[in-house]
Nanobody
Framework: QVRLVESGGGLVHPGGSLRLSCTAS????????IGWSRQAPGKEREGIGC?????GSTYLGDSRFTISRDAGKSMVYLQMNSLKPEDTAVYYC??????????????????????WGQGTQVTVSS
């Protein structure tokens, strides 16, 4: 059974940094992608980026953020720098089984992920 657990959310001042973690379990191999998305109050969920667990290639739409993995621990990290109040949202990690390396962020061109964690709240405020 696939399970995703996010952690690392919290309150941070504008301009600060935060690192979110996503722990994945239930996958028999590295043939899956992990993606991050977020949802702010009153807004639709938006994709942030993704990483291939097999080769570590990433896609990110915001240069302030980076995604990395520790494949041996099935963990993925979302490093967020220069945070702004508009980054306030619940952040989710998702997973999708694949047979190719290049990942697609959740929601991009309607691309769907099969599994999601419960989310972690990030609040950027002074």
């Amino acid at each position: 059974q696939v399970r995703l657990v996010e952690s690392g959310g919290g309150l941070v001042h504008p301009g600060g940094s935060l690192r979110l973690s996503c722990t994945a379990s239930g996958f028999a191999s590295d043939n899956y992608h992990i993606g991050w998305s977020r949802q702010a109050p009153g807004k639709e969920r938006e994709g942030i980026g993704c990483i291939s667990m097999s080769d570590g290639s990433t896609y990110l739409g915001d240069s302030r953020f980076t995604i990395s993995r520790d494949a041996g621990k099935s963990m993925v990290y979302l490093q967020m720098n220069s945070l702004k109040p508009e980054d306030t949202a619940v952040y989710y990690c998702g997973a999708v089984r694949v047979s190719y390396d290049a990942c697609v962020a959740p929601g991009v061109f309607g691309y769907e992920y099969d599994y999601w964690g419960q989310g972690t709240q990030v609040t950027v405020s002074s």
